[in-house]
């Protein structure tokens, strides 16, 4: 088998199209089984996957940029960067890509409730085509992702104007180097007395990440009071929607950590 | 020279600069790797084993090929070198395949195929019907204890596998030599290893040589685990005609290896005008397939039953049960954590039950000098658990806080816990005297350099450095002029296994004393050798062993922990805010040594109470074999940790030391679920580890609808 | 397509002919024989491994060789020989901060990624600094110690 260095986007979509090849990021994740024998498509010399620019829409930012460097650029909305920064350790930030946390599938990538949340979206290459989606659609199951064998993850697309107040938490089993039991995400606008966007999202919990933009609909649009009216209801949507799945904790811990959260970031936006 | 005083560890160079030699860091030309074939059930017989067809070079050894007895001499010798017939457990081995080519044999094994008949396993104390020890003792007259008692509690608590996560995993290297063998590589004692391989190779013992090497943690994981594989690869090396290196991965090290055992204590407690009057306590460890040490491990935990208190009247029943998991071992503490968690909550929940604070309950039970201890024997020397407390209290108020943490609401809360222990220092009853008979020497060159002989290793607990320093001091020479080199049986005597909290206290003692007389001899020039051998001290009531009788220990070492936390009524996750800690090991031969040692030591109690959480599932497997699943603190996890030493000198000891490296691991799990109880409100809580589940399960905290 | 791995340790030249699959580890330990580099896990769960790949702190089991061709590799073996070094030496030895001496590379090499980023940290920042860098001996208050007293001595080095 055969690997390689591409060093620009053309060429690395050449290699993926010829197909055989694993897209390499940081590594993290592939080197843990760490096969001798595997071919791998080395992306990080690829300037086109390496940059976080902003443009009039999105913040740009390459598959191929490290967890340091989003929790280190300001140009990155702050939930990301502090998102970033709970992620292992430094060693590990220091490798580990935006690109391959996603591309690997897991639901507990502790970079996909935020983007969830804030509505990104992924440009997907092949030298065929170029998709732009949301990532919504890019999860579809557990270890099933829209992703084309010729296809590479290119950038995330971060919308500009993600709310800027935001609560994030990731419960892990200890300060460093822990793996998500639970992740959450929320982010709410509140102007003049109203409530302009509520996103939330659950990692860890379920095969993909939980959103639901149609219960987090129910309190777009309401003033404070009128969504503290609809609280209890958004709540037991919430309550019926989320169902986890067992891993290192129970379906119920995790349920009763989410429920929890849910409700601590609502009280801590004033509702 | 103040012998207190800190100096540059002797091995600080080689280790920082990478150039200290582990196992791993052998050249590998000419060397076979060795990867052991291990039973995928947990109890089986093993019908037929069928290999695939081996390249030339590549060898596979079994029971077949052990040339003496198929056992490992440890205590008993019931654990089979390789399995004879039946495996007990899985991972128990069945054979060694070996070639030069590492991936090569990983390719092959994975091609070996074992058919079994499989047997319902046993997994639990509750369904296991083997009973490897059963020990009972007694003190007074509890029945006449029970029978008048004011009140009277019961209660039960279990603990957890604990795995040592040593940074260096397992791994020896045999080297066949003419008629002879050398195993080397990371192990704690060197004896103990040379008895096991003579006895697998029907050898004498000057026909095998064990050499230590530099070894990354150790904490009871390399006491009796290296006498199995060595025999294991000195088996096949000495098939192969080759050396044979076998170095475990983490998780087979973490789902193979010994482990702190399984616990289940049950406690019974009279308590007659607000003193606890007797108690009958209950102990069951779980042994897991194969005795290993178990018995010993047992000993240690019942005489401990009982906690730092003077309990007049007191029956503890002690047994080990077999079941068909991984054999559980030595781990720092031997057997003590888990009765000192059992017994410190057991005397906490009592307090509360009569409604007073648990720290002022338990200072009006704890022993003093003179007092009798569980096992008849005396508290010879004075007992400073009292003023350890006032030190710890101090450091981290914890009256006030323990007040002030009463009634929290909102979603962050905090709680402190205070728990006592001791640990007994050395050899359990009168294994020192009747087993060990150590011996340590010096030789002095004729360059008036001084070599130190001895068996004990220096695993990172500083002993090369200590042992020096006793040497340097008695004879006045710089330690750079003291020669201690990896021990080698073919060179050192036989000065005992370094386990116990017992090299510094026994083995630094006799280097001591030959000291004493080598600089009484000294010829400037000459080359001396100076011998001294093990005496127990006069003052010791001898230990009977079949009553549980006598002076368990010549002195004990004490501690008292506190710890300070938040948890998050959210999550169930906990923030360990502080914790602190006052050890009493006697003189310090070195402070940074000895408080380097109560630091670890402590994390790894806390660890042991919290987030060290090994599961297994109905098939007797082990869940969390990998450093992900199976935690271990972080540097961010214990961010204030505080040791304190107090020292009540040992007369019998070097400059007055006793025992330290175990002490520190013994009793922090109490303070720490002490200080959960409060934070959750309140509430009770009987096992460990303690985890984010268990404490949202507590809260029963309804999603907030 | 990758044939040879080409990079740059401790300042020399070091040519790689065992596959860009292979892990930076191996090739460091077997194949360069810097056994300063500690295997401890092989999954990048201890930072024993831990080396200096561009600048930056990485765990060398979680590098193919293949990402480290065109880069520079610095090991203890090549750290050692620095003035930074002997900073961190020193602070590390008074202390004691070095037991079994497994995680000591690794973590000697974290704490210079530490001060070239940060000169000055606290003792939050040193924690947050050594976090992948698991040790079960110390229960790190002696590292930490070391590297603060290595950033206030060394003033200057960083």
Same mark, same amino acid.
């Given at each position: ?271 | ?80 070198? !390789?399995?004879?017939?039946? $495996?007990?457990?899985?991972? &128990?081995?069945? #054979?060694?395949?070996? +070639?030069?080519? @590492? /991936? ?98 029907? !050898?004498?013992?000057?026909? $095998?040589?064990?050499?230590? &090497?530099?070894? #990354?943690?150790?904490? +009871?994981?390399? @006491? /009796? ?118 017994? @410190? ?361 | ?158």
């Amino acid at each position: 088998m055969v690997s390689y260095l591409p060093v620009s986007l053309n060429e690395a979509l050449e290699y993926r199209g010829a197909g055989g090849a694993i897209p390499y990021g940081g590594g993290t994740d592939l080197m843990i089984k760490g096969d001798k024998d595997a071919a791998y498509i080395f992306l990080h010399k690829v300037p086109e996957m390496r940059g976080i620019i902003e443009d009039d829409k999105y913040i740009r930012i390459g598959a191929c940029c490290t967890f340091t460097e989003v929790a280190g650029n300001p140009l990155c909305p702050a939930i990301l960067r502090e998102a970033a920064l709970q992620i292992a350790a430094p060693a590990i930030r220091n490798l580990g890509t935006i690109g391959g946390n996603i591309g690997n599938g897991s639901p507990k990538a502790d970079s996909a409730p935020v983007f969830f949340a804030a509505g990104a979206k992924l440009r997907l290459m092949s030298l065929r085509a170029e998709r732009i989606i949301p990532i919504k659609e890019f999860y579809l199951g557990r270890n099933k992702l829209s992703l084309e064998p010729d296809e590479l993850i290119v950038e995330v697309l971060m919308p500009k104007h993600v709310s800027s107040r935001y609560y994030y938490r990731k419960v892990g089993a200890r300060e460093a180097l822990a793996i998500s039991r639970v992740s959450f995400a929320g982010l709410m606008d509140i102007k003049e007395g109203r409530v302009m966007h509520c996103a939330v999202s659950f990692g860890a919990v379920s095969d993909v990440i939980i959103r639901r933009d149609d219960i987090d609909a129910m309190l777009t649009g309401k003033t404070v009071s009128e969504a503290k009216a609809v609280k209890q209801a958004y709540l037991n949507a919430y309550n019926t929607a989320i169902t986890p799945i067992r891993g290192r904790v129970s379906e119920k811990y995790r349920k009763a950590v989410c429920m929890n959260l849910l409700g601590d970031f609502l009280a801590a936006m004033g509702i | 020279m103040n012998i207190k005083e800190s100096v540059i560890k002797s091995d600080h160079a080689m280790k920082i600069t990478g150039e200290a030699v582990y196992v791993a860091d052998h050249p590998t030309d000419g060397m076979l790797f060795g990867r052991l074939l291990r039973s995928s059930k947990a109890r089986a017989r093993v019908l037929d084993v069928r290999l695939p067809a081996l390249p030339d070079g590549y060898l596979y050894a079994d029971k077949n090929d052990v040339p003496g007895a198929n056992k490992v001499k440890i205590v008993l010798d019931d654990t089979p070198v !390789f399995a004879d017939g039946t $495996v007990e457990f899985i991972g &128990d081995p069945i #054979g060694l395949l070996m +070639g030069p080519d @590492e /991936d090569t044999v990983n390719r092959l094994l994975e091609r070996i195929e074992v058919e079994y008949e499989g047997l319902p396993p046993v997994l639990s104390i509750e369904d296991s019907d083997t009973v490897f020890f059963d020990y009972t003792y007694a003190k007074g007259n509890t029945d006449k204890a029970f029978a008048e008692a004011d009140h009277i509690f019961e209660e039960e608590f279990r603990t957890g596998l604990q795995e040592h996560a040593y940074l260096e995993t397992n791994g020896l290297i045999a080297r066949p030599d003419g008629g002879r063998i050398t195993v080397h590589g990371s192990l704690q004692c060197p004896y103990y290893v040379q008895g096991a391989v003579a006895n697998a190779m029907g !050898f004498e013992p000057d026909r $095998v040589q064990i050499k230590y &090497d530099t070894t #990354g943690g150790a904490f +009871g994981g390399k @006491e /009796d685990y290296p006498s199995i594989l060595a025999a294991q690869a000195a088996v096949a090396a000495y098939k192969a005609g080759k050396p044979v290196r076998v170095i475990f991965g983490r998780r087979e090290d973490m789902e193979f290896t010994s482990k702190r055992h399984p616990s289940k204590c049950g406690y019974k407690a009279a308590v007659k005008d607000g003193r606890v009057t007797a108690m009958d306590i209950d102990v069951k460890y779980n042994a897991g397939a194969y005795t290993t040490l178990s018995k010993v491990v047992l000993q240690r935990g019942i005489i401990c039953a009982c906690g730092v208190y003077n309990i007049q009247n007191l029956a503890v029943r002690g047994r080990a049960y077999k079941t068909n998991t991984v054999p559980n071992g030595a781990f720092r503490g031997f057997g003590g954590p888990q009765p000192f968690f059992a017994v @410190e909550m057991m005397m906490s929940h009592i307090a509360r039950n009569l409604g007073v604070e648990p720290l002022a309950f338990k200072e009006r039970h704890v022993a003093a000098q003179g007092d009798v201890t569980s096992t008849g024997g005396r508290f010879h020397f004075p007992v400073p658990i009292l003023l350890m407390i006032e030190q710890v209290a101090k450091a981290c108020n914890f009256r006030e806080k323990r007040e002030a943490y009463k009634n929290q609401t909102g979603t962050r809360r905090k709680g402190i816990g205070m728990s006592l222990c001791y640990h007994g220092a050395g050899f359990t009853g009168a294994g020192e005297r009747d087993l060990i008979k150590a011996v340590a020497k010096l030789r002095k060159y004729p360059d008036n350099k001084v070599e130190v002989l001895t068996a004990n290793t220096d695993m990172g607990q500083g002993l090369n450095t200590t042992f020096a320093k006793i040497v340097a001091n008695e004879l006045k020479i710089p330690m750079h002029d003291i020669i201690i080199a990896n021990p080698d049986t073919d060179r050192v005597p036989d000065s005992g296994p370094t386990v116990a909290s017992r090299s510094i206290m026994v083995v630094g003692e006799l280097l001591r004393r030959a000291a004493v007389r080598l600089r009484e001899q000294w010829a400037d020039g000459g080359e001396q050798l100076v011998e001294e051998r093990f005496k127990e001290p006069g003052y010791v009531i001898p230990f009977d062993l079949e009553k549980f009788q006598g002076d368990a220990y010549p002195t004990y070492s004490w501690a008292v922990n506190a710890v300070e936390l938040e948890a998050d009524t959210l999550t169930g996750t906990v923030k360990v805010l502080g914790a602190y800690g006052s050890f009493d090991v006697g003189t310090p031969i070195d402070r940074n040594i000895v408080t380097g040692q109560m630091e670890g030591g402590t994390m790894q109690g806390i660890g042991f109470a919290s987030m060290e959480r090994m599961a297994v599932d109905g098939s007797g497997k082990i869940r969390g074999n990998s450093l992900s699943d199976y935690i271990i603190p972080t540097s961010l996890d214990i961010p204030n940790l505080q040791c304190m030493l107090y020292e009540e000198e040992y007369p019998e000891g070097p400059y007055g030391a006793k025992g330290a490296g175990e002490l520190p691991a013994v009793g922090a799990a109490g303070a720490y679920i002490e200080a959960i109880e409060q934070a959750l409100g309140d509430v009770r809580v009987n096992h460990i580890p303690f985890t984010a589940e268990d404490a949202i399960e507590i809260l029963h905290k309804e999603p907030s609808l | 397509m990758i044939r040879e791995v080409v990079f740059n340790l401790n300042g020399e030249t070091a040519v790689w002919n065992g596959g860009p699959a292979a892990r930076l580890l191996d090739a460091l330990r077997d194949g360069f024989r810097n056994t300063g580099v500690k295997c401890g896990c092989r999954e990048g769960e201890c930072g024993a491994c831990a080396v200096i790949l561009d600048g930056m702190l990485v765990n060398s089991c979680m590098v193919a060789m293949g990402r480290a061709g065109g880069s520079e590799v610095m090991t203890i073996e090549g750290y050692k020989k620095t003035e930074r070094f002997a900073a961190l030496d020193k602070s590390f030895a008074s202390v004691s901060a070095v037991q079994c001496g497994f995680c000591t590379p690794g973590m000697v090499l974290a704490a210079e990624c530490l001060l070239r980023e940060n000169p000055r940290p606290d003792e939050g920042e040193i924690r947050a600094g050594i976090s992948g860098n698991l040790c079960r001996c110390t229960g790190y208050n002696a590292i930490v110690k070391a590297i603060s007293s290595a950033a206030k001595d060394g003033e200057g080095l960083w």
